[in-house]
């Protein structure tokens, strides 16, 4: 079974135990950019991965979600950003680039610039780590929101904090989703990585250090304080948080932005 892997930092929660302590029997682990590992669960070359939100409503009719896990914060995370030249105010028919490494923040750029600030941009494709030459604004995200730059921008507004702000919800970056047609022929190993995440997140809790620590190692230019970075993420996928993804989902699906979702269908297995 192929499984995929953010290869963030605010991904190896999950993984600390697969990579650290006891591989699963039969699994291979390919690590990506988010939007690499959404096209890659489209196209069915991986069987089970974590993917952008905006993604899994594309492909909702393909997919199961895990009920257990998601990458959420509530309000500031730090690691979805908006890097401007102007104020978040005066972007109306400047030039924004988006990041080409994931799918949720770039919908959830739109949905915050046209809904609440009304403003209409000129979005252009970049690099997961752009420069601001010719460019207006510019969303980054994931560890490239975290690293130290040469080019500080004056204004940098957190998209979690705004959401947060703007909605009242918080955001549901990524879910957990398998494809459907290999649930029956894989749920062993389905179950055994159900398994490693829930000890990771208990390793999370248990011996932190330890966990930082590889972290530290496996992202070493890394600038924020990772400990407080977990810390703001949330990784249970509870009530609170289905719901704020269903209100994300019911706004960018009628301004057209994402195929419209009506629920999500959960593997319900622990």
């Given at each position: 079974m192929n499984l995929g892997y953010i290869d963030y930092l605010n991904c190896y929660p999950f993984y600390f135990h697969l990579f650290e302590k006891?591989?699963?029997?039969?699994v291979k682990i390919v690590s990506r950019y988010p939007a690499i590992l959404n096209q890659m669960l489209t196209d069915g070359e991986l069987d089970m991965s974590p993917i952008s939100s905006a993604t899994c409503a594309d492909v909702a009719n393909e997919v199961m979600v895990l009920p257990q896990f998601c990458l959420s914060s509530?309000?500031?995370?730090?690691?979805?950003?908006?890097?401007?030249?102007?104020?978040?105010?005066?972007?109306?028919?400047?030039?924004?680039?988006l990041t080409s490494a994931s799918h949720t923040s770039v919908v959830l750029l739109?949905?915050?610039l046209e809904n609440y600030y009304k403003a209409k941009p000129t979005y252009v494709p970049t690099v997961p780590r752009p420069v601001l030459e010719g460019m207006d604004a510019a969303l980054v995200i994931g560890n490239d929101a975290m690293v130290n730059t040469s080019e500080p921008a004056p204004y940098i507004y957190d998209l979690g904090d705004l959401w947060l702000r703007k909605t009242g919800f918080p955001v549901v970056f990524a879910v957990f989703a398998v494809r459907r047609s290999i649930v029956e022929k894989n749920i062993t190993q389905i179950k055994a990585v159900v398994s490693s995440y829930?000890?990771?997140?208990?390793?999370?809790l248990k011996e932190k250090d330890l966990v930082i620590a590889k972290?530290?190692?496996?992202?070493p230019d890394i600038v924020y304080d990772i400990s407080s970075y977990y810390d703001r993420l949330q990784f249970e996928f509870s009530e609170d948080l289905k719901n704020a993804l269903?209100?994300?989902y019911s706004v960018a699906g009628e301004m057209g932005l994402i195929k419209k979702v009506s629920k999500i269908e959960y593997l319900d297995i622990d």
């Open positions: 006891k591989p699963v029997h039969g509530v309000g500031y995370v730090g690691s979805v950003i908006l890097t401007s030249r102007v104020p978040i105010e005066d972007l109306n028919h400047r030039k924004i680039g739109k949905i915050l829930h000890s990771s997140l208990s390793s999370l972290a530290r190692e496996k992202y269903m209100f994300y």
